[in-house]
């Protein structure tokens, strides 16, 4: 069975099921499609990596559901000269292309968690931005660095509601064995707050964060960008809100942080 019939079946038995239960289905059934691709993606990383020679990486970033744009190398390349690093000695990667709909599990969307996977685990990719939803639920799985380890208790207060905050507790609820049998059987308990709004999102296919107050201890994970200049510039999440953070595991933070800087503010 070819690839696109095999996905089109899975279509099929999962069109009546709801968000959370796609969404999972498509971890469990294409885990291993998934990480076999990620151990060939890899290869190719570490290929292109030595194509490029001399000129390093200054900073790599996806943009998930930004509207494929052929102006991404004019981004990253306003990006290096707005920061004063210079484009001929320097590559800045943006990957506009990637597109995750957890409402349609298809090609693209196997292709695109491939290669967000890929360059996390080859300690590749730096910067994560993607549409409220997809944020949440990358940030949910921990890939994101807390934003309190590179700006100041001052910083983030100033910056006010473009902060996305991630409670720890609701973190420590995906990681659980609790969480793992809510997956198994649907059932959770009603008076975990953290179950409530997982159960919620799997309903409506729309996470709602609890305020910040509410919070067991609030970690600032990405910053909300709207009426971005250097997006509008290029196309990108044209008329919408999305969400950007550092991966946890990112080796070019300074850059990272250089590059939250400049969608936010310009």
């Given at each position: 069975?070819?690839?696109?019939?095999e996905?089109?079946?899975?279509?099929?038995?999962?069109k009546?099921?709801?968000?959370?239960?796609?969404?999972?289905?498509?971890?469990?059934?294409?885990?291993?499609?998934?990480?076999?691709?990620?151990?060939?993606?890899?290869?190719?990383?570490?290929?292109?990596?030595?194509?490029?020679?001399?000129?390093?990486?200054?900073?790599?970033?996806?943009?998930?559901?930004?509207?494929?744009?052929?102006?991404?190398?004019?981004?990253?390349?306003?990006?290096?000269?707005?920061?004063?690093?210079?484009?001929?000695?320097?590559?800045?990667?943006?990957?506009?292309?990637?597109?995750?709909?957890?409402?349609?599990?298809?090609?693209?969307?196997i292709?695109?968690?491939?290669?967000?996977?890929?360059?996390?685990a080859?300690?590749?990719?730096?910067?994560?931005?993607?549409?409220?939803?997809?944020?949440?639920?990358?940030?949910?799985?921990?890939?994101?660095?807390d934003?309190?380890?590179?700006?100041?208790?001052?910083?983030?207060?100033?910056?006010?509601?473009?902060?996305?905050?991630?409670?720890?507790?609701?973190?420590?609820?995906?990681?659980?064995?609790?969480?793992?049998?809510?997956l198994?059987?649907?059932?959770?308990?009603?008076?975990?707050?953290?179950?409530?709004?997982?159960?919620?999102?799997?309903?409506?296919?729309?996470?709602?964060?609890?305020?910040?107050?509410?919070?067991?201890?609030?970690?600032?994970?990405g910053?909300?960008?709207?009426?971005?200049?250097?997006?509008?510039?290029?196309?990108?999440?044209?008329?919408?809100?999305?969400?950007?953070?550092?991966?946890?595991?990112?080796?070019?933070?300074?850059?990272?942080?250089?590059?939250?800087?400049?969608?936010?503010?310009?």
């Amino acid at each position: 069975m070819s690839i696109r019939d095999e996905v089109k079946e899975q279509q099929d038995k999962m069109k009546d099921k709801d968000f959370k239960e796609k969404w999972d289905y498509f971890w469990e059934y294409y885990k291993f499609h998934v990480m076999t691709a990620v151990v060939a993606l890899l290869f190719i990383i570490s290929g292109v990596k030595s194509m490029l020679g001399e000129k390093p990486t200054y900073l790599n970033v996806i943009l998930v559901n930004s509207a494929p744009s052929t102006f991404e190398n004019t981004l990253g390349k306003d990006f290096l000269e707005a920061t004063g690093v210079n484009p001929s000695e320097n590559v800045c990667f943006i990957d506009t292309t990637a597109v995750l709909n957890p409402d349609n599990i298809d090609e693209v969307a196997i292709a695109t968690t491939q290669k967000i996977t890929a360059n996390i685990a080859a300690k590749e990719l730096d910067v994560l931005g993607a549409d409220y939803n997809n944020f949440f639920q990358y940030a949910g799985q921990d890939v994101f660095a807390d934003l309190s380890a590179y700006y100041s208790k001052k910083d983030l207060e100033a910056m006010g509601d473009s902060v996305l905050y991630m409670d720890a507790g609701y973190i420590e609820y995906i990681a659980s064995d609790e969480y793992q049998d809510y997956l198994s059987n649907g059932t959770y308990d009603e008076n975990n707050k953290y179950a409530v709004l997982c159960a919620e999102a799997a309903k409506t296919g729309s996470y709602t964060n609890l305020p910040k107050e509410e919070m067991k201890k609030p970690i600032p994970v990405g910053i909300i960008i709207n009426n971005s200049k250097a997006y509008e510039k290029t196309g990108l999440y044209s008329g919408k809100t999305s969400v950007a953070g550092i991966i946890a595991n990112s080796t070019r933070t300074e850059a990272a942080v250089k590059f939250l800087d400049y969608i936010h503010q310009n």
